[in-house]
């Protein structure tokens, strides 16, 4: 123990031992992160077929063709989906082992998607900019799984628009849990943004149904935002949303003119109020600044 204390103390003297290890950790979180956003999805799907034996509006997948068959994080063992044939560990490293087989299946030389390079990419991204907003500690660790949990939910939400209660509740009590110890802002702050997350956006699904007579977000949202003011306070409820609204309109209205997206489709608004919540994170205080000193 007092070796490996003594080893992140050394990494935490030197910058540029600092970029190196969690340029690689975001690379090889980044790649388990790629099987919890395949497999964590179809997980859930499984059990709900198993509760709903006649449930029938599942995507279709062969893990839940044979519910006997076990399927979680770890079982079965990454295979490619066409051939089946096992990923040997070369053929397992983050980013190189894509590139090395230039985006294709060593045994039937199918096209690997580009999600997977793509996740570890930004993950490794992402990650490094931490070291540039926090310094070598307990705040850096702790955003940095805050970081890795908001990539996650993104790309299942943008896949399946569900956010896992696993995820969302989890990095909410972990929010709480930091700020029970004053890492990010107050407990005191850290409850009230929580709730304050939840009911804002709570309030928002009513008043919409109420008029219109439609559901204008899942509740994965109202957790969501939840826990992120659960780790940012109450005071960055305001800034979560008017940056993920904007930032959603901005896209909802491109992808309606440019891309000729059918405007009724729904958006998984799960992203934006990630990216929303990562933007405040790290430059929160500095936009209010800016926009109070703008008026």
Same mark, same amino acid.
């Given at each position: 123990?007092? !070796? ?34 395949? %497999? ?22 062969? /893990? ?11 079982? *079965? ?15 397992? +490293? ?8 230039? !985006? %294709? ?45 908001? +990539? ?11 956010? *896992? ?6 990095? =909410?009590?972990?929010?709480? =849990? ?39 977000? !899942? ?33 909802? +209205? /491109?992808?309606?003119?440019?891309? !000729? %997206? ?8 799960? *992203? ?7 933007? /405040? ?6 936009? +209010? ?7």
């Amino acid at each position: 123990m007092e !070796g490996l204390s003594q080893l992140f103390t050394l990494i935490g003297s030197h910058w540029l031992l600092q970029v190196m290890f969690i340029g690689l950790l975001g690379l090889l979180l980044g790649s388990f992160m790629n099987v919890v956003i395949l %497999r964590l999805p179809v997980m859930m799907f499984r059990a709900w077929k198993l509760e709903c034996q006649d449930i029938d509006q599942l995507p279709p997948h062969p /893990a839940l063709d044979d519910l006997s068959q076990p399927y979680n994080l770890v079982t *079965p063992h990454s295979h490619c989906p066409k051939c089946q044939a096992p990923v040997k560990a070369w053929q397992n +490293i983050p980013l190189v082992s894509f590139l090395l087989l230039k !985006g %294709r299946c060593a045994g039937c030389d199918s096209p690997i998607g580009w999600r997977y390079p793509i996740v570890e990419l930004v993950t490794a991204l992402f990650s490094l900019t931490l070291i540039v907003a926090f310094p070598w500690g307990w705040q850096l660790a702790a955003m940095l799984v805050f970081t890795w949990l908001l +990539i996650t939910m993104s790309v299942i939400d943008i896949d399946h628009q569900i956010l *896992p209660d696993t995820l969302t509740l989890g990095l =909410l009590w972990l929010g709480l =849990l930091v700020n029970s110890q004053g890492l990010f802002t107050d407990l005191y702050s850290a409850v009230w943004g929580a709730a304050a997350g939840y009911l804002s956006l709570w309030s928002v699904f009513w008043l919409f149904k109420l008029v219109t007579g439609k559901e204008g977000m !899942g509740f994965g949202d109202f957790k969501l935002l939840a826990a992120l003011g659960a780790w940012l306070g109450y005071q960055s409820i305001l800034l979560i949303i008017l940056l993920s609204s904007a930032v959603g309109a901005v896209v909802g +209205i /491109a992808g309606v003119i440019i891309l !000729g %997206r059918d405007k009724n489709l729904p958006i998984p608004f799960g *992203p934006y109020l990630a990216m929303a919540g990562w933007i /405040a994170a790290l430059w929160g205080d500095e936009l +209010i600044h800016w926009y109070l000193g703008g008026m």
